[in-house]
């Protein structure tokens, strides 16, 4: 009897050790990326810099929106963020991320780089990129776009 006690506590803190390490990682470690533009020629679009949604989840950089004329993408430079768990980048119509485009998992919270934004997309609909837990629902940051 005491044997079976003894299993099921060690699995129950081995259970508790490896979630505690998915959420909590990300907290303490960095994935820097360095992606530079796959377009030989561009023009913006559309950019804003990046601000901290509270005092827990910070971000900075800018974001831009460039084009060579047949494909968009959405760019990070200067990008820097609190890591976390599931993150995503969102092309979004509102903070709250009611209507969205994801453009998926965020690559790095540190470096340059790039998200292809889905042809048909309509970009004048579309004013903010955020970071946003999917898991958790939290923004994380967010830049809102200015047509240029």
């Not at 084009?67 to 959405?74: I, K, P």
Request: glycine share 6%; proline share 3%.
């Amino acid at each position: 009897m005491k044997k079976s006690y003894v299993i099921i506590g060690v699995a129950s803190l081995m259970l508790f050790l490896y979630l505690a390490w998915y959420l909590l990682s990300p907290l303490f470690i960095d994935k820097v990326v360095s992606e530079e533009s796959p377009f030989v020629e561009s023009r913006s679009v559309s950019s804003g810099s990046f601000m901290d949604a509270d005092s827990s989840h910070k971000v900075s950089g800018v974001a831009n929106v460039i084009s060579d004329n047949e494909n968009y993408l959405l760019r990070f430079e200067d990008f820097e963020s609190t890591n976390g768990p599931d993150l995503k980048v969102y092309l979004s119509e509102d903070l709250d991320a009611n209507s969205y485009v994801s453009l998926g998992v965020l690559k790095g919270n540190i470096g340059n780089q790039n998200y292809e934004i889905p042809p048909g997309t309509d970009l004048n609909k579309y004013k903010y990129a955020l970071i946003w837990c999917e898991r958790f629902s939290v923004l994380f940051g967010s830049a809102e776009l200015s047509l240029q």
